[in-house]
């Protein structure tokens, strides 16, 4: 029988209550949080959209593996499974683990700033991966392709690097003032958007040409892959995991926060191809940043559990009905008239609120408007992605303007069912068509660092 969206490919063994709570009261919860979702008790939240990050459901198999995880401090037998298993799907030289994504930006990324004002490129940097690069006293510079920001009209690799604009910013600062190149798989801040498999080659030529470090931010790599699979001439009869490992050819470094497409609820890599110099670099300040250089911050039981859901990730299946889960939830937004990033992306559906809500001003942010009065009509948690998140310049410290305003709703990995998302469509699709009605916010109080986490507001 042929389904227009894939049944899910699991059974449920076990079952959360979750709580629902009532209008009213939905809005002094809001308020008592500083109207910023992030400050929201998860008790009071009905379906939690905020992230995809250590939010899934593991497997069977994952809880079984965590039975014998090896807690030594030095040379654990969890360690040795894992890396063996980053080896076989990257094939690269060097591992170290880490206890998320931004534990590996905050050990890697400060090894290749070699002096003041040099710069990190990227096909968008994520909120994270430019504050560490600031924070490491470099400047981070997004070179997308313009079809990025064609929110209406299909592109198969909106997250593609714009390969004119890379280059043309290579030698308009200098290839010595660059530290390195950042692929980021799928393309988080452009909607979710992949990053086709010629794009990740000929950048890499590009960095090659220049004597510069290609690094790919690959949290969601497997759903890359599978948009490869999927929309790439010559890659529809290959294996998911061929393809991650041509992927991986195609960059000198690997850094991952594998809450993600590691299906894990903590954990990261950092994998180097060949450079036993930035190996021993990175192992260094792995040590008093995150742990021994074989735990990194984990459990044994916490590695184990990884090394079994890098493999999941790579199934076909899985993968098939993760991005029906989102894509269902895109269509039912899409159909209605309410404007978000097209075609979604692979992780969540991006709605555009700089068109949900003309009436607001950048600096009063649009999705931040938006997603308070999700949560309000449906205990709907979302999160913004736009100027909130952007941050100032940290030269400045003027408020930035995201060329998009976007709203992220993130599904996580094995944890909804499409009920859920009809809960939700029907919840923004409410809002929207009462979309006059919303007002602006300004900060009551205002985080120097990445702000949009703990930063409170007040409406307009």
Same mark, same amino acid.
């Given at each position: ?196 498999? *010629? +794009?990740?080659?000929?950048? $890499?030529?590009?960095?090659?040409? &220049?004597?510069? !470090?290609? =690094?790919? @931010?690959? #949290? /969601?790599?497997? *759903? +890359?892959?599978?948009?490869? $699979?999927?929309?790439?001439?010559? &890659?529809?009869? !290959?294996? =998911?995991? @061929?393809? #991650? /490992? ?215």
């Amino acid at each position: 029988m042929n389904r227009k969206y894939m049944a899910e490919p699991y059974r449920i063994k076990m079952v959360e209550p979750i709580r629902e709570t009532t209008k009213e009261e939905r809005i002094t919860l809001l308020k008592n949080a500083g109207y910023n979702p992030f400050s929201l008790k998860s008790d009071d939240v009905y379906i939690d959209l905020l992230t995809d990050s250590g939010t899934g459901a593991m497997s069977q198999d994952q809880w079984a593996a965590m039975m014998i995880g090896d807690e030594a401090y030095a040379g654990s037998r969890s360690f040795y499974r894992l890396e063996s298993v980053v080896k076989n799907i990257t094939g690269y030289e060097y591992f170290i683990p880490v206890h998320q994504g931004r534990g590996a930006e905050k050990v890697f990324l400060p090894q290749l700033v070699t002096k003041p004002g040099m710069y990190y490129i990227s096909n968008i940097h994520f909120d994270t991966t430019r504050a560490h690069v600031e924070l490491a006293g470099a400047r981070a510079l997004d070179c997308v392709v313009p079809d990025c920001y064609d929110i209406e009209h299909w592109h198969d690799f909106k997250g593609n690097m714009c390969l004119e604009c890379l280059e043309n910013t290579i030698l308009e600062k200098g290839k010595d003032n660059i530290c390195g190149v950042i692929m980021t798989i799928t393309n988080n801040s452009a909607g979710g958007q992949p990053v086709s498999m *010629e +794009n990740m080659r000929e950048t $890499k030529k590009i960095c090659d040409k &220049y004597g510069i !470090k290609m =690094i790919i @931010d690959g #949290a /969601r790599y497997a *759903e +890359n892959s599978f948009f490869i $699979k999927e929309r790439e001439k010559g &890659y529809q009869d !290959k294996d =998911i995991v @061929d393809i #991650a /490992r041509e992927t991986f050819s195609y960059a000198d470094a690997f850094l991952m926060s594998a809450k993600k497409d590691g299906l894990v609820n903590m954990g990261g890599v950092i994998a180097i191809k060949n450079d036993r110099e930035l190996f021993d670099k990175c192992r260094t300040y792995v040590v008093p940043y995150e742990g021994f250089p074989t735990y990194g911050g984990l459990n044994g039981r916490d590695m184990d559990a990884l090394a079994v859901g890098l493999m999941e990730a790579l199934d076909i299946r899985y993968l098939t009905h993760r991005i029906d889960q989102v894509r269902y939830l895109g269509d039912r937004l899409h159909e209605a008239g309410v404007p978000i990033q097209y075609p979604v992306g692979g992780h969540a559906v991006f709605v555009d609120c700089k068109a949900f809500a003309p009436h607001i001003p950048y600096d009063q942010f649009p999705a931040l408007s938006v997603t308070n009065a999700i949560y309000i009509e449906a205990g709907v948690r979302a999160v913004e992605i736009g100027s909130l998140l952007l941050g100032r310049d940290p030269d400045t410290l003027k408020n930035r303007e995201s060329k998009m305003e976007l709203m992220r709703l993130t599904i996580p990995r094995r944890l909804y069912t499409y009920n859920h998302l009809d809960v939700v469509a029907d919840a923004v699709i409410h809002v929207y068509e009462h979309r006059h009605e919303l007002k602006g916010y300004q900060f009551d109080y205002e985080s120097k660092i990445l702000r949009h986490f703990t930063s409170t507001f007040k409406p307009i």
